[in-house]
């Protein structure tokens, strides 16, 4: 899996992965002009959408009706150093019986970017510069 991120001028980026494209911007009381989401809005955005996902296999699969499902992710900003943290997933489907209610619980938590937020990933940084034109 790959995303690049190419610097557009200020505080905006044009995110893109297999031929998609977002842009990622910064809002406008921080300098930015507030044209796309923040990268911890993506990340959230991720993690709803992966959940979201997961649970609607689940109804699918089952034949169950998923025209509400709709899956909320809230974090507390924290800081020393600056991060997420305490993440909250609500998954919110009609109709659901007790049983089905705990399959949905268990398919969210098969979620890829969920798994991969509790197992703390390693993440290696690397700086490349360009070679400097001749003059």
């Not at 689940?58 to 499902?69: E, F, H, Q, V």
């Not at 709709?70 to 909250?88: D, G, I, M, Y």
């Not at 007790?98 to 398919?107: K, P, W």
């Amino acid at each position: 899996m790959e995303a690049t991120a190419q610097y557009l001028g200020k505080q905006k980026f044009e995110v893109e992965a297999r031929g998609h494209r977002v842009i990622c911007d910064q809002p406008t009381d921080v300098g930015g002009e507030d044209g796309g989401m923040t990268p911890p809005e993506f990340l959230l955005a991720s993690l709803a959408s992966c959940a979201a996902f997961y649970a609607a296999q689940y109804l699918n699969i089952r034949k169950l009706p998923a025209d509400d499902l709709k899956a909320r992710v809230t974090a507390e900003k924290v800081a020393n150093p600056a991060r997420l943290a305490s993440f909250q997933i609500e998954v919110t489907v009609g109709g659901l019986n007790e049983r089905d209610q705990e399959g949905v619980l268990r398919s969210v938590k098969k979620c890829l970017i969920h798994n991969t937020l509790l197992g703390l990933p390693s993440i290696d940084v690397n700086v490349r510069a360009a070679a400097l034109a001749a003059a």
